[in-house]
Nanobody, 120 residues
Framework: QVQLVESGGGLVQPGGSLRLSCAASGFTFSSYVMSWVRQAPGKGLEWVSDIYSGGSSTYYVDSVKGRFTISRDNAKNTLYLQMNSLKPEDTAVYYC?????????????WGQGTQVTVSS
């Protein structure tokens, strides 16, 4: 069955960096769009970033552009999110999710999430 397991979250000071990973199994990882979505305390889900199957096309919400980088290693079935210049407003549970063949397809599987806390 499809499994997505995030790791790499933690507590970091403002301006710091974290790298999230998402280990995928149970499907042909290299064929699908993958996404990062976050949920801040008391708020709804917010899409953060998408990456197409080959890794060359990436998309970001405006609030993280220039600070976050999504990438994937299809040989290792792993999705990454490099987060630099972190701000307190980046505090959230971060989820990786499996998309379809195109960005317009719905996200159909989600990981359990990893907590990112940005605080001094």
């Amino acid at each position: 069955q499809v499994q997505l397991v995030e790791s790499g979250g933690g507590l970091v000071q403002p301006g710091g960096s974290l790298r999230l990973s998402c280990a995928a199994s149970g499907f042909t990882f290299s064929s699908y769009v993958m996404s990062w979505v976050r949920q801040a305390p008391g708020k709804g889900l917010e899409w953060v970033s998408d990456i197409y199957s080959g890794g060359s096309s990436t998309y970001y919400v405006d609030s993280v552009k220039g600070r976050f980088t999504i990438s994937r290693d299809n040989a290792k079935n792993t999705l990454y999110l490099q987060m630099n210049s972190l701000k307190p407003e980046d505090t959230a549970v971060y989820y990786c999710a499996k998309g379809g063949l195109a960005r317009s397809d719905p996200l159909d599987y989600w990981g359990q999430g990893t907590q990112v806390t940005v605080s001094s």
